[in-house]
């Protein structure tokens, strides 16, 4: 798995290789939020599960909307 | 439970992803199973499963925050330069699947609709036997079992 800490559009997040990104989401000074609940969604995410990140690509990069990719979100998507 | 080296690769188009949304709750499993694979893929994490990007904008034309969850089961991708002058979509999906064929896990699976299936097993590019050796062209039910097969969840 390649590392990688930069958001994109749409991008899958697999927090079980991606303690990175959670790491960055707590200390980053430049991320912003939508919604201040967003970042705790990040942060509570669970090893396995996968963040789908929607942000701004701006900068200073904005997160827009965290889903969980599971049944429900498919049931929304699809 | 496998260890993420998964027998196959799938190669998808967007007549699959039309065709298996006739059934809503069909779908979400599949798109699970597939995502699955996708992801805890041990050769290709993330890049696992292959979708073009023509089919990849098709799939969403009418819903685009479909493609949140294709982006979960499939890696779009451009076409390549060796195809550049392929005007057949049929012939190019074949085609970059035998490109793909070499590396592990050497076998390729292109997800269909039943009608289109006919399509390319018809394809001049399809007709060898080691091709049909290493890509096999399924939809449908037998789709559901080869991803059933590959995921072994």
């Known amino acids: 798995m390649e ?11 697999e927090i079980e290789f991606a303690n990175i ?16 609940s967003l970042k705790e969604e990040i942060l509570q995410a669970k090893p396995d599960q996968l963040l789908v990140v929607l942000s701004t690509i701006n900068s ?10 599971d049944e429900e979100f498919l049931r929304k998507t699809l | ?31 699970r199973k597939l995502n699955h694979i996708h992801t ?12 073009f990007d023509e089919s990849f904008k098709k799939s969403i034309d009418d819903k685009q925050i479909r493609g949140q969850a294709i982006l979960g ?5 451009s076409i390549p330069d ?8 049929y012939s190019k999906v074949i085609r970059y699947s035998i490109s793909i064929a070499d590396k592990l896990p050497r076998k390729i699976i292109i997800l269909t609709s039943p009608d289109k299936q006919k399509e390319y097993e ?14 096999k062209i399924v939809s449908s039910s037998l789709a559901i079992e080869f991803i059933d097969l590959v995921s072994n969840i």
Not at chain 2, 8 to 29: M, S
Not at chain 2, 73 to 77: G, R, S, T
Not at chain 2, 82 to 89: A, C, G, V
Not at chain 2, 122 to 133: A, C, F, I, M, T
């Open chain 2, 73 to 77: 089961i499939a890696h779009p991708i």
């Open chain 1, 21 to 36: 990104f959670q790491d960055a989401v707590r200390n980053s000074p430049i991320l912003k939020y939508k919604e201040a």
């Open chain 1, 60 to 69: 200073p990069k904005e997160i827009q909307s965290v889903d969980y990719y």
């Open chain 2, 122 to 135: 018809n394809n001049p590019h399809y007709r060898d036997n080691d091709v049909k050796r290493a890509i």
């Open chain 2, 1 to 31: 439970m496998t260890d993420g080296n998964f027998p196959a690769r799938f190669v998808i188009d967007d007549y699959f992803i039309r065709d298996i949304l006739k059934n809503r709750e069909l779908a979400v499993t599949i798109i």
């Open chain 2, 40 to 51: 805890k893929s041990t050769h290709h994490p993330f890049r696992h499963n292959i979708i």
């Open chain 1, 3 to 13: 590392e990688n800490t930069n958001l994109h559009d749409g991008e899958l997040i």
């Open chain 2, 82 to 89: 060796f195809l550049k002058d392929e005007t057949n979509f």
